[in-house]
């Protein structure tokens, strides 16, 4: 019953990358301009895949949702840690870090599946060019991306129940600018093997499988491109499929950074600096790989600045 009370009234503190008074102006600034560039940036991809008819496919439709994930995921984190900043109150109540918890599992794991997924539709599009439109039908887009989101809730929902009987007893503070689960876990003095053991199980599952499965449909979609005989096939097939391999390598490369820092060094500050790489620079990105590299984004783009200014 104690630890039960304890948890109902527990703050914790999240130290961020550091406590000296003459850099938080500066990583205020630089933490505000790339939050609005991520969320201007993906909002862009989503109106102009909303827009243009000739954007209406399925691997469209799965890049708008990327796109929304990405922006939630940065909205889960950079505003409270702004908001830190702005008004030099470090603490966060356990509930709105446990939501935090919750958000910062669910919409990485989104990310991993719709990747995933975006490689089966390349797949389909390249190796099976005649039953594209059976095959990836609005009823099986709709259900897989279904799938990814239900998948998700279940295994954030899973980790969160396992952290309910938790009892703290250690000083509450985190030397991270988010909570996050692993970090969490340090402050509990309670036995927390299921909660680790499905770490371990959940990051082996949900790192390896959908990089096979994304490894696999690119090995494939090689084969088909070296028997194509057009240059100009082979060179539509590598921009689209180029864009997406670069948001893959970025995401896994960051992630897999992440897990190596946090491995390999006890500096809070480097892990940070990690993580930024990660969770903000990352979902930052992806638009600009997508618009840069893919002329059919670039045109919808153009078509609805174009709309915009003729509005005003």
Known sequence: M????????????????????????????????????????????????????????????????????????????????????????????????????????????????????????????????????????????????????????????????????????????IPHFFCELTHILKLVCSDTFLNNTLIYFMTGVLGVFPLIGILFSYSQIASSIRKMSSSRGKQKAFSTCGSHLSVVSLFYGTGVGVHFTSAVTHSSQKVSVASVMYTVVTPMLNPFIYSLRNKDVKGALRRLLSRATSCL
Request: glycine letters at 2%; one cysteine or more.
């Open 2 to 173: 104690e630890s039960e009370n304890q948890t109902r009234i527990l703050e914790i503190i999240l130290l961020g990358f550091s406590e000296d008074p003459e850099l938080q102006p500066f990583i205020f600034g630089l933490f505000l301009s790339m939050y609005l560039v991520t969320v201007l940036g993906n909002l862009l991809i989503i109106l102009a895949i909303i827009s243009d008819s000739h954007l209406h496919t399925p691997m469209y439709f799965f890049l708008s949702n990327l796109s929304l994930v990405d922006i939630c995921f940065s909205t889960t984190i950079v505003p409270k840690m702004l908001v830190s900043i702005h008004t030099e109150n470090k603490a966060i109540s356990y509930m709105d870090c446990l939501t935090q918890v919750y958000l910062t599992m669910f919409f990485p794991i989104l990310d991993t599946l719709l990747l995933t997924v975006m490689a089966y539709d390349r797949f389909v599009a390249i190796c099976h060019p005649l039953h594209y439109t059976i095959i990836m039908n609005p009823c099986l887009c709709g259900l897989l991306v279904f799938i990814t989101w239900f998948i998700g809730v279940m295994i954030s929902l899973l980790h969160i129940f396992l952290m309910r009987h938790l009892s703290f007893c250690r000083d509450l503070e």
